[in-house]
């Protein structure tokens, strides 16, 4: 049986006379990456720090490992990692003083979980040196190196890519699913590159004005998308042609799509040539989670 680690139960945030979150639900399972999407005012950021203790719900549960953030905060807390927005860091001390002094508030961290986690992150040459020499995705590192202190069950990451080269990006996800998988930790991620989520989670929650409207696996939000791109002339009796034989739909660039069916796109091929529609292009387009999203929540821009 899957393990819950994060339970989200009908959580709602008013603000003044203004409903934020209008009674979101959603759980996290044992060593899964979940993508969190939202577009500008969807109530992310909102919901992250409600999760995190930074603000109160108006109603509904919290949990963090079966302890309620409500009444046993402390007990919730101490299964919870996060980074909100950039980790927060002296930069005039190496990143091991900055490890002993987030130490310092957490209860029976000794020097071999410093080491420990110091190494988990791929930050042991550079430890001793001052944060200040870091690259923007060492200190992101030593950020989720600070939030692993007191061996977290959740950690919650919002933007852990922010800023940070492809390459740069590429390491973290491979970060992330290495905590995940071998670490047995459950990531949250929040994230306004929707490549990286769709490379990077298992899962994903979609949420819009305050509501979420989608949570699915990645391969189950993205199955049955796949495309057929069509590029002919003259444009008109094509589109009738195909018209006859499956949906098609028309983009502005004057290409038409149709669905990817392997057995009858020769067919439908060789009956526009054979009517004598001339087909300068014909291509499988992939599905990807931006089409998704922009279609969910009505072409609204990503935070």
């Given amino acids: 049986m899957e393990k819950i680690t994060l339970s989200v139960d009908r959580l709602k945030k008013v603000i003044g006379k203004r409903e934020i979150i209008k009674g979101i639900t959603f759980e996290l399972k044992e060593g899964e990456v979940f993508g969190f999407l939202g577009p500008n005012g969807a109530g992310k950021t909102t919901t992250i720090r409600m999760l995190v203790g930074l603000i109160k719900p108006t109603s509904g549960s919290i949990r963090i490992c079966g302890f309620n953030i409500e009444d046993q905060f402390t007990e919730a807390l101490k299964n919870l990692g996060c980074i909100v927005e950039n980790p927060e860091l002296y930069p005039y001390l190496s990143g091991y003083d900055n490890l002993i002094h987030f130490s310092r508030m957490l209860e029976g961290i000794r020097e071999e979980r410093i080491k420990e986690v110091t ?161 300068t292009e014909m291509s499988r387009k992939l599905p990807v989670l931006e089409d998704l999203f922009l279609e969910l929540t009505g072409g609204d821009t990503i935070e």
């Fill in 119 to 279: 190494e988990l992150v791929g930050l042991s040459e550079r430890i001793h040196d001052k944060v200040k020499t870091y690259s923007l995705g060492m200190r992101q590192r030593l950020g989720i190196a600070q939030a692993l202190l007191g061996k977290p069950k959740v950690l919650i990451l919002d933007e852990p890519t922010n800023g940070l080269d492809p390459a740069g990006i590429r390491e973290m996800r491979k970060f992330i699913r290495f905590l995940a998988v071998e670490e047995g930790i459950s990531v949250l991620v929040s994230s306004h590159l929707l490549s990286e989520i769709q490379l990077l989670c298992d899962r994903v929650a979609i949420i819009s004005k305050g509501t979420i409207i989608r949570i699915d696996t990645v391969h189950n939000l993205l199955s049955n998308r796949e495309r057929m791109v069509w590029k002919f002339h003259p444009l008109e009796k094509g589109k009738e042609i195909l018209r006859a034989l499956t949906t098609i739909e028309e983009n502005d660039d004057g290409t038409i799509l149709t669905e990817f069916n392997e057995n009858k796109t020769s067919e439908w091929n060789k009956q526009l040539v054979e009517a004598g529609v001339y087909i």
